[in-house]
């Protein structure tokens, strides 16, 4: 990749990764490491998109599947099915670490902010908070994600309090 | 004065406690008389009443005797005395007459007769006084010394007292004189105050008994006028105190009397009326036999049948029938005097009168005392029931001889009559319906015809064999039907299985020729068998080497699978060491992904770095994709390998069965070798059986010929049933149209017949066959 005649302003990182078929980005800023899928503890009496928590050397950070959160079409983990640990911030400008699992991982892109076209407006009775914007990339519309809007503020909470608790471990 | 004549010397006897009453008004017409006068005196009750009263005289009375009836009854006194009366007949009767005039509020209105039984003794004074009068030797009242000493004698009670006290006063008046003279004044005074006294009872009691006798006398007449309970002074305790105590006695007697008399009276009319609305016809005569009580019924009766009546009896009248003698019918046996007289009890016969059928009961009325005093004759016109009856008996014997055609008339019927006579008629009609429409469904039957059934509604009995004689005639339709359809099979059928037969006899000759080719055909076979036999021993030689070569190739087949296996395995291997290369390649992207993510936090500092992580990344990428394809292609030969095996292995399986088919090839040529053998046996057999089949074949041709000659006749037969049963009309299915039908019901199961016997082609075909057999 070629970031050096670009400047730093006007360009960002996005880790891309494929979701049922389809590429999302996240600001790879926000990423804090990219793992590989392995069981984790499954909580009880959680929404269906937390997986369970995961022992992160020590810390217990919450699992959150985005096919179940995007209410797509649920698959069979593969062994391509990788984990990204994200450090997100809600509203209390806390940060916040949490998983996601994304059918597999697709590269590190460099995008131009003015190449990032704004989301559509569905209105207000549709969600989509989180998105960021969308990149044309080789013909393929990158949906970028703001992952610190990807939860509600009241589900950031609830998971906080899963991982606190496994804090408290 | 009236003279009746002519008279007899017959008497009538008053019967002992008869009273005859009549009443006349002033002039002496007769206004009441009693049922014993008008028996005794011989008139109807119409001859008497308004007729002068001497009517019955005798011309033997005295007129004097009338006379001074007359003059003492203007006295308003009643009068009594021996009369001699004379009958319509001239008879003459005794009688002890009393009359009286009748008061009615203080004035006469009218004389009262009341007559009694005299003795034999009075009767024979009185008629020898009469016969004294009437030869002017003797007078009806008492002359000269006898008329003065009753004048005398019957001086008013006063009177006769003012004389005995004047005779009782001349001795005092003489004393009173004597003294007088002696100038005895306390003598005179004394005398003088005790006659006045003695004059002055005198008086007194000669007034009161005067004042008591009119009262008396006046209380007497009020009886006679029928005001009783006098007002008497009844606690008189002298004689005359007795008499108004006699008086007031008999008075409230003849009052109870009079009582009873209306109580007795208003009992009889309460019957009579009763009997006057009763619905039977009633008449009630007197003891003479005349018709005194005719009830309403009775004369309803009678005015109906009057005009038939007066036809036989001219003289009849419903109007004169009250007071009519009762033999006024007199052609009737039952009411003739004799038979009456002779009647103790009630007696009913049945007579024609006039056309009228009558039936009477006559019942004689006795008193107390079994005196006869009537007759009660109750009659019922029985003309209508007795038509009616001989109607109906007409009506029935002609029902009972079969004849239905007749009917009981209801014109001149009503009531329980007319009902009666319409229930019979619609009986009969019942009856004559369900035998007509019988006798017709039968007739309609005898000749053939079955399209007819019985539709009138009818109920019970009459309706069940209405069904019955309906289900019956369906039944035999339906017999009918089917036997035609039998008798059509059957004819079809025969016809058929005639031509069956002829040409069941032409094939019979066609097989006879066919044998004897076959014949020829068998010694050819003969011959053929024989080379046969030679060519299979060749054959198993053959067969024997072409086993022994696909044996070998089964054994180079299964070293071929051997190897097959060993690439197999070999190439499972490569595709784990592959998978290994591939996982390797993942963990290293993810390494290099972290790396990138790492230089991007570092930020300026972390960029050369992170363009090593994206060159290793790409060479993790380009591993992965080698590893993807190697793998692919290790799929694919592994794939191969296992596809050769399985050929290998069905070529190994196929070269066996060849070995297999080469051995069972040779059995049966084997077995062909034998069979050729048996063959020529056999062939030799069937050369037998054929020259056996034909003397078969030529007694077939004569059997078929006959079954051809028997199945016409049966043709025949069954057209003349069917020609018998068109004599039968069946509801709703005309001969003609029934046989099209039942030649097409027949047409089916003929099929196969028909086939073979009407169509030409296929009769060739059949003869194609002949002829390859």
Same mark, same amino acid.
């Given at each position: 990749?070629?970031?050096?005649?670009?400047?730093?302003?006007?360009?960002?990182?996005?880790?891309?990764?494929? +979701?049922?078929?389809?590429?999302?980005?996240?600001?790879?800023?926000?990423?804090?490491?990219?793992?590989?899928?392995?069981?984790?503890?499954?909580?009880?009496?959680?929404?269906?998109?937390? &997986?369970?928590?995961?022992?992160?050397?020590?810390?217990?950070?919450?699992?959150?599947? +985005?096919?179940?959160?995007?209410?797509?079409?649920?698959?069979?983990?593969?062994?391509?099915?990788?984990?990204?640990?994200?450090?997100?911030?809600?509203?209390?400008?806390?940060?916040?670490?949490?998983?996601?699992?994304?059918?597999?991982?697709?590269?590190?892109?460099?995008?131009?902010?003015?190449?990032? &076209?704004?989301?559509?407006?569905?209105?207000?009775?549709?969600?989509?908070?989180?998105?960021?914007?969308?990149?044309?990339?080789?013909?393929?519309?990158?949906?970028? +994600?703001?992952?610190?809007?990807?939860?509600?503020?009241?589900?950031?909470?609830?998971?906080?309090?899963?991982?606190?608790?496994?804090?408290?471990? | 004065?009236?003279?009746?004549?002519?008279?007899?010397?017959?008497?009538?006897?008053?019967?002992?406690?008869?009273?005859?009453?009549?009443?006349?008004?002033?002039?002496?017409?007769?206004?009441?008389?009693?049922?014993?006068?008008?028996?005794?005196?011989?008139?109807?009750?119409?001859?008497?009443?308004?007729?002068?009263?001497?009517?019955?005289?005798?011309?033997?009375?005295?007129?004097?005797?009338?006379?001074?009836?007359?003059?003492?009854?203007?006295?308003?006194?009643?009068?009594?005395?021996?009369?001699?009366?004379?009958?319509?007949?001239?008879?003459?009767?005794?009688?002890?007459?009393?009359?009286?005039?009748?008061?009615?509020?203080?004035?006469?209105?009218?004389?009262?007769?009341?007559?009694?039984?005299?003795?034999?003794?009075?009767?024979?004074?009185?008629?020898?006084?009469?016969?004294?009068?009437?030869?002017?030797?003797?007078?009806?009242?008492?002359?000269?010394?006898?008329?003065?000493?009753?004048?005398?004698?019957?001086?008013?009670?006063?009177?006769?007292?003012?004389?005995?006290?004047?005779?009782?006063?001349?001795?005092?008046?003489?004393?009173?004189?004597?003294?007088?003279?002696?100038?005895?004044?306390?003598?005179?005074?004394?005398?003088?105050?005790?006659?006045?006294?003695?004059?002055?009872?005198?008086?007194?009691?000669?007034?009161?008994?005067?004042?008591?006798?009119?009262?008396?006398?006046?209380?007497?007449?009020?009886?006679?006028?029928?005001?009783?309970?006098?007002?008497?002074?009844?606690?008189?305790?002298?004689?005359?105190?007795?008499?108004?105590?006699?008086?007031?006695?008999?008075?409230?007697?003849?009052?109870?009397?009079?009582?009873?008399?209306?109580?007795?009276?208003?009992?009889?009319?309460?019957?009579?009326?009763?009997?006057?609305?009763?619905?039977?016809?009633?008449?009630?005569?007197?003891?003479?036999?005349?018709?005194?009580?005719?009830?309403?019924?009775?004369?309803?009766?009678?005015?109906?049948?009057?005009?038939?009546?007066?036809?036989?009896?001219?003289?009849?009248?419903?109007?004169?029938?009250?007071?009519?003698?009762?033999?006024?019918?007199?052609?009737?046996?039952?009411?003739?005097?004799?038979?009456?007289?002779?009647?103790?009890?009630?007696?009913?016969?049945?007579?024609?009168?006039?056309?009228?059928?009558?039936?009477?009961?006559?019942?004689?009325?006795?008193?107390?005392?079994?005196?006869?005093?009537?007759?009660?004759?109750?009659?019922?016109?029985?003309?209508?029931?007795?038509?009616?009856?001989?109607?109906?008996?007409?009506?029935?014997?002609?029902?009972?001889?079969?004849?239905?055609?007749?009917?009981?008339?209801?014109?001149?019927?009503?009531?329980?009559?007319?009902?009666?006579?319409?229930?019979?008629?619609?009986?009969?009609?019942?009856?004559?319906?369900?035998?007509?429409?019988?006798?017709?469904?039968?007739?309609?039957?005898?000749?053939?015809?079955?399209?007819?059934?019985?539709?009138?509604?009818?109920?019970?009995?009459?309706?069940?064999?209405?069904?019955?004689?309906?289900?019956?005639?369906?039944?035999?339709?339906?017999?009918?039907?089917?036997?035609?359809?039998?008798?059509?099979?059957?004819?079809?059928?025969?016809?058929?299985?005639?031509?069956?037969?002829?040409?069941?006899?032409?094939?019979?000759?066609?097989?006879?020729?066919?044998?004897?080719?076959?014949?020829?055909?068998?010694?050819?076979?003969?011959?053929?068998?024989?080379?046969?036999?030679?060519?299979?021993?060749?054959?198993?030689?053959?067969?024997?080497?072409?086993?022994?070569?696909?044996?070998?190739?089964?054994?180079?087949?299964?070293?071929?699978?051997?190897?097959?296996?060993?690439?197999?395995?070999?190439?499972?291997?490569?595709?784990?060491?592959?998978?290994?290369?591939?996982?390797?390649?993942?963990?290293?992207?993810?390494?290099?992904?972290?790396?990138?993510?790492?230089?991007?936090?570092?930020? @300026?500092?972390?960029?050369?770095?992170?363009?090593?992580?994206?060159?290793?990344?790409?060479?993790?990428?380009?591993?992965?994709?080698?590893?993807?394809?190697?793998?692919?292609?290790?799929?694919?030969?592994?794939?191969?390998?296992?596809?050769?095996?399985?050929?290998?292995?069905?070529?190994?399986?196929?070269?066996?069965?060849?070995?297999?088919?080469?051995?069972?090839?040779?059995?049966?040529?084997?077995?062909?070798?034998?069979?050729?053998?048996?063959?020529?046996?056999?062939?030799?057999?069937?050369?037998?059986?054929?020259?056996?089949?034909?003397?078969?074949?030529?007694?077939?041709?004569?059997?078929? @010929?006959?079954?051809?000659?028997?199945?016409?006749?049966?043709?025949?037969?069954?057209?003349?049933?069917?020609?018998?049963?068109?004599?039968?009309?069946?509801?709703?299915?005309?001969?003609?149209?029934?046989?099209?039908?039942?030649?097409?019901?027949?047409?089916?199961?003929?099929?196969?017949?028909?086939?073979?016997?009407?169509?030409?082609?296929?009769?060739?075909?059949?003869?194609?066959?002949?002829?390859?057999?």
């Amino acid at each position: 990749m070629k970031v050096d005649a670009v400047n730093s302003k006007q360009v960002e990182q996005f880790l891309t990764f494929e +979701l049922a078929s389809e590429v999302y980005g996240v600001e790879i800023l926000k990423v804090q490491e990219i793992r590989g899928w392995e069981p984790v503890r499954v909580i009880p009496n959680t929404p269906s998109f937390i &997986k369970g928590v995961l022992n992160l050397r020590g810390s217990v950070i919450p699992i959150v599947d +985005l096919r179940e959160r995007f209410s797509l079409e649920h698959t069979e983990y593969t062994p391509k099915t990788v984990v990204i640990v994200l450090c997100i911030k809600h509203r209390r400008n806390e940060s916040f670490v949490m998983g996601i699992v994304a059918d597999a991982v697709s590269d590190v892109l460099d995008i131009k902010i003015d190449e990032i &076209k704004r989301a559509p407006n569905f209105g207000t009775q549709l969600d989509t908070r989180y998105m960021r914007g969308m990149h044309v990339y080789k013909q393929n519309m990158i949906m970028l +994600l703001d992952v610190d809007k990807l939860l509600n503020p009241d589900e950031v909470d609830d998971i906080e309090a899963i991982s606190d608790i496994g804090s408290f471990e | 004065m009236k003279i009746n004549m002519p008279i007899t010397n017959n008497e009538v006897v008053m019967k002992s406690n008869t009273i005859l009453v009549t009443r006349t008004d002033l002039k002496g017409v007769i206004t009441f008389a009693n049922d014993a006068f008008v028996d005794i005196s011989g008139y109807s009750r119409e001859e008497l009443i308004g007729s002068s009263h001497n009517i019955v005289r005798h011309p033997e009375m005295p007129a004097a005797a009338f006379e001074d009836m007359w003059r003492t009854l203007k006295q308003n006194r009643p009068w009594q005395g021996m009369v001699k009366n004379r009958t319509k007949s001239g008879d003459f009767y005794w009688v002890n007459a009393n009359a009286m005039p009748l008061f009615e509020n203080n004035a006469v209105k009218g004389y009262l007769s009341v007559r009694l039984t005299p003795s034999r003794a009075e009767i024979d004074a009185a008629n020898q006084l009469y016969r004294k009068i009437n030869a002017k030797e003797a007078t009806l009242h008492p002359t000269g010394l006898a008329a003065a000493r009753k004048f005398l004698s019957e001086i008013s009670l006063g009177k006769k007292l003012a004389i005995a006290c004047t005779l009782l006063m001349l001795p005092n008046i003489l004393l009173l004189r004597e003294l007088l003279s002696s100038e005895s004044y306390l003598l005179i005074g004394a005398l003088g105050v005790s006659t006045l006294i003695a004059f002055w009872i005198m008086a007194h009691v000669t007034q009161s008994t005067r004042n008591f006798f009119v009262s008396a006398v006046h209380e007497l007449f009020r009886l006679s006028v029928n005001e009783f309970s006098p007002p008497l002074n009844l606690t008189r305790n002298d004689q005359f105190g007795d008499l108004f105590r006699g008086i007031y006695v008999a008075g409230v007697k003849l009052g109870d009397d009079i009582a009873q008399a209306k109580q007795a009276n208003s009992n009889s009319l309460r019957i009579i009326q009763g009997l006057k609305y009763a619905e039977c016809s009633i008449l009630i005569t007197n003891a003479n036999s005349e018709i005194i009580f005719v009830n309403q019924a009775a004369e309803q009766l009678f005015l109906r049948a009057e005009k038939d009546i007066q036809t036989a009896i001219p003289s009849f009248s419903v109007q004169k029938l009250l007071g009519s003698p009762i033999d006024i019918f007199h052609n009737v046996p039952a009411l003739q005097k004799e038979a009456l007289d002779k009647l103790q009890d009630s007696k009913t016969s049945q007579f024609d009168l006039a056309g009228h059928t009558m039936q009477l009961t006559v019942k004689p009325v006795f008193e107390v005392n079994r005196e006869r005093i009537g007759y009660v004759a109750e009659w019922l016109d029985r003309t209508t029931e007795v038509k009616i009856e001989g109607e109906i008996e007409h009506l029935v014997r002609a029902i009972k001889q079969g004849d239905l055609g007749k009917r009981i008339n209801l014109n001149d019927k009503n009531g329980f009559m007319k009902s009666l006579s319409t229930n019979i008629n619609e009986l009969t009609d019942v009856i004559e319906n369900v035998f007509n429409d019988i006798n017709h469904i039968i007739a309609k039957l005898a000749e053939g015809d079955l399209t007819n059934s019985i539709h009138s509604d009818y109920q019970g009995i009459y309706a069940q064999c209405k069904d019955n004689m309906n289900d019956a005639i369906v039944k035999i339709s339906e017999f009918i039907i089917q036997i035609r359809e039998a008798a059509d099979f059957v004819n079809t059928s025969s016809q058929e299985m005639a031509s069956g037969n002829n040409n069941l006899s032409n094939r019979v000759e066609q097989q006879a020729a066919s044998l004897e080719e076959t014949a020829a055909s068998m010694q050819e076979l003969s011959s053929t068998v024989v080379s046969n036999a030679e060519n299979t021993k060749t054959a198993t030689v053959v067969v024997k080497s072409a086993a022994e070569v696909a044996e070998k190739g089964g054994e180079v087949v299964k070293s071929a699978i051997a190897a097959m296996q060993a690439i197999n395995e070999s190439s499972n291997r490569i595709a784990e060491i592959i998978g290994v290369i591939d996982e390797i390649a993942f963990q290293t992207n993810l390494l290099a992904l972290n790396a990138s993510v790492e230089a991007a936090r570092a930020g @300026e500092q972390g960029r050369g770095f992170s363009v090593v992580a994206t060159e290793v990344r790409n060479l993790a990428q380009r591993s992965a994709t080698a590893a993807k394809q190697s793998n692919e292609l290790i799929q694919n030969s592994v794939q191969e390998v296992r596809s050769g095996t399985a050929f290998v292995n069905e070529t190994g399986a196929a070269l066996m069965e060849i070995v297999d088919s080469i051995i069972h090839v040779g059995t049966i040529v084997g077995h062909i070798t034998s069979a050729s053998n048996e063959q020529s046996a056999g062939i030799s057999q069937v050369n037998q059986a054929v020259s056996q089949m034909d003397d078969i074949t030529q007694q077939n041709a004569a059997l078929a @010929e006959q079954a051809a000659a028997g199945s016409m006749a049966m043709s025949e037969q069954a057209a003349k049933m069917t020609h018998l049963l068109n004599f039968f009309k069946i509801n709703g299915k005309s001969p003609a149209a029934f046989s099209a039908k039942a030649k097409l019901a027949t047409s089916k199961p003929a099929a196969n017949v028909q086939s073979a016997a009407n169509s030409k082609v296929a009769v060739n075909a059949s003869f194609d066959e002949w002829e390859e057999f």
